[in-house]
């Protein structure tokens, strides 16, 4: 949307107008609607000439903004290379290939007549996302003309265009209807944020001394698709006792490590001023976001420090890259850590109690994605704000992170696992069915034990994830990696069927056929089957197909062996 806006602009085609709206980004819709609502002066008819009035008002509001984006040397780039990245850009906030949707600044408020504190959000970029989804949805390289009229109050659409865009539907009343709609959804969303950066509730008192700390939460939307959202908690400069404040950045995108540097570039300049961030932020919303294993640099200008070049490097393993299992394995021994992924692979309830919020984040991301090529579908939070700590008496198989001062209110529950991950711990398991160690077949166990014992030599970061992220997978490609013999196509372009019981009942030996038995009930494997019959058949892609064909040709050599 950099591009200036021309007198005439001649497209191709008009795209589809729902697939248009849904493409663009929903981030923060409640900020300026209002505003911009006001500034639109009265007119003797309110009636059918407001929505005219309206959109003449955004739009122009929209040209003025450009204009102001020029001015500001900071987020100039040159005429040629903003020309060439244009398209791209387009094409990629459509995708959802943009690092973030917004950053929000969530601050503790002090209470009137009342010692207590309110979390609210103090900051938020991009301001509005209200006309961000109608420019798109009006993307002037997919339109046929766009007529502007220049007028003393600047350059406004004509009459004849507004009606027009009326006929096609765009300005309806539903429309309006449309955007009451998305600014209740993400009034929601920013009151759920606003609790999972400060769960503790409102009992804080003012501070000298604060170790700032780093966490993320995962938001899940009706549609079952899940944003991340990534919070570093610090304590903002001044003199004297302050309560903290925490930054969030709301993204599609899971790559804890990135956003934790991109944290710390946030709050050095935090610690200048608060108006440095915007530049920034906005240099990294316009970024190229990179492939798995490649980097991508951000240019940014600090007072007295000149311009610095940020490198932001994504793990060459994309499906780690939310995943630090340092923590998990240093909170838990290796016997430990398969007693909760025996668990977690039975879709049990399991609650995780820590002090520090980073600890309770980590861990649980990390038990998470232990389970691939599998995904956990049930309920998934990091860290429960105390205001829905009742969500532990739920019936249904959950992974909960809550702070070790509410364990009195978790301990009453039976049929779970809850697991202590402080370091005074005597014993990790607080609560349990008494069964983990059972489940898993014993054979197996040791070959994880066996596996997870070569990480010593391994480093942190990356080896450390490949080594046992290797492991675990090893198992599931030993248990139910011959999945896709099973799976059987009655006519070419349809979906396949898959024959359970002949798929468990070729499993050798006895133990591991019944706890596969078990296994294929879950929810994640019913999931994962169901997208595998709607595949065509033939050769599938990823690590886990590449290492179940690894495994098989290892079979062969050695039964020829034998022979």
Not at 34 to 57: M, N, V
Not at 119 to 135: A, C, E, M, R
Request: glycine share 6%.
């Amino acid at each position: 949307m950099s591009e200036t806006v021309k007198k005439r602009r001649k497209g191709v085609r008009l795209t589809n107008p729902k697939n248009r709206w849904s493409e663009q980004p929903m981030g923060n819709i409640i900020t300026d609607v209002s505003e911009k609502h006001g500034a639109i002066p009265s007119g003797e008819d309110d009636g059918r000439q407001g929505p005219f009035k309206r959109f003449s008002a955004i739009w122009s509001s929209f040209r003025k903004g450009k204009r102001d984006r020029v001015k500001e040397p900071e987020l100039t780039e040159p005429p040629g290379l903003e020309a060439a990245e244009n398209t791209t850009r387009q094409h990629r906030y459509a995708s959802g290939q943009y690092f973030f949707e917004y950053l929000v600044v969530v601050s503790l408020k002090k209470a009137k007549d009342s010692n207590t504190y309110e979390p609210q959000i103090t900051y938020q970029f991009p301001k509005s996302s209200f006309v961000q989804p109608l420019v798109g949805f009006l993307n002037i390289s997919h339109f046929l003309y766009l007529p502007v009229v220049h007028t003393v109050q600047g350059p406004v659409l004509p009459r004849w265009f507004l009606l027009f865009l009326l006929f096609l539907g765009f300005l309806l009343p539903e429309r309006d209807g449309m955007a009451r709609s998305q600014k209740e959804e993400e009034e929601k969303t920013l009151k759920a944020i606003t609790l999972f950066c400060f769960p503790e509730g409102i009992n804080w008192a003012p501070l000298t001394e604060y170790h700032s700390e780093t966490f993320s939460f995962v938001l899940t939307e009706i549609d079952g698709s899940r944003r991340n959202g990534y919070c570093r908690r610090l304590l903002p400069g001044g003199r004297g006792a302050r309560p903290p404040e925490a930054y969030c950045i709301i993204s599609t995108l899971a790559c804890f490590g990135l956003f934790s540097k991109i944290f710390d570039e946030v709050e050095k300049r935090r610690q200048i001023s608060m108006a440095m961030i915007y530049p920034f932020m906005q240099k990294l919303r316009e970024a190229q976001f990179p492939a798995p294993g490649n980097t991508v640099e951000i240019k940014s200008f600090i007072p007295e420090s000149g311009t610095e070049i940020i490198s932001l490097t994504r793990p060459l393993d994309s499906w780690l890259e939310h995943v630090n299992f340092a923590t998990l394995f240093s909170c838990l021994t290796d016997q430990q850590v398969l007693l909760v992924f025996a668990a977690a692979v039975l879709e049990r309830r399991i609650i995780f109690i820590a002090d520090e919020l980073g600890t309770l984040s980590q861990v649980i991301h990390a038990v998470a994605a232990l389970l691939y090529p599998f995904t956990w579908q049930h309920t998934f939070i990091s860290i429960v704000p105390e205001i829905l700590i009742d969500v532990v008496m739920a019936p249904t198989p959950y992974l909960l992170g809550v702070q070790k001062r509410l364990l009195d209110q978790v301990t009453d529950q039976t049929d779970l696992l809850v697991v202590d991950l402080s370091e005074d711990k005597k014993d990790p398991f607080i609560v349990s069915i008494g069964d983990e160690g059972t489940i898993l077949p014993p054979k197996l166990q040791a070959e994880i034990l066996v596996a997870l014992s070569t990480r010593q030599n391994a480093s942190v970061g990356e080896e450390l994830n490949r080594v046992v992220s290797e492991a675990f997978l090893q198992f599931f490609v030993k248990t139910v990696g011959h999945y896709a013999s099973y799976v059987k196509y009655a006519r070419a372009g349809e979906g396949g069927v898959f024959d359970k019981r002949s798929f468990y009942k070729a499993i050798e030996p006895k133990v591991t056929r019944h706890f596969v038995k078990k296994f294929i009930q879950t929810q994640m494997f019913d999931l994962f089957i169901q997208e595998v019959e709607q595949q065509q058949p033939g050769p599938q892609q990823g690590i886990f197909h590449k290492k179940i064909l690894e495994y098989q040709e290892k079979k062969k050599k050695e039964k020829t062996k034998k022979h």
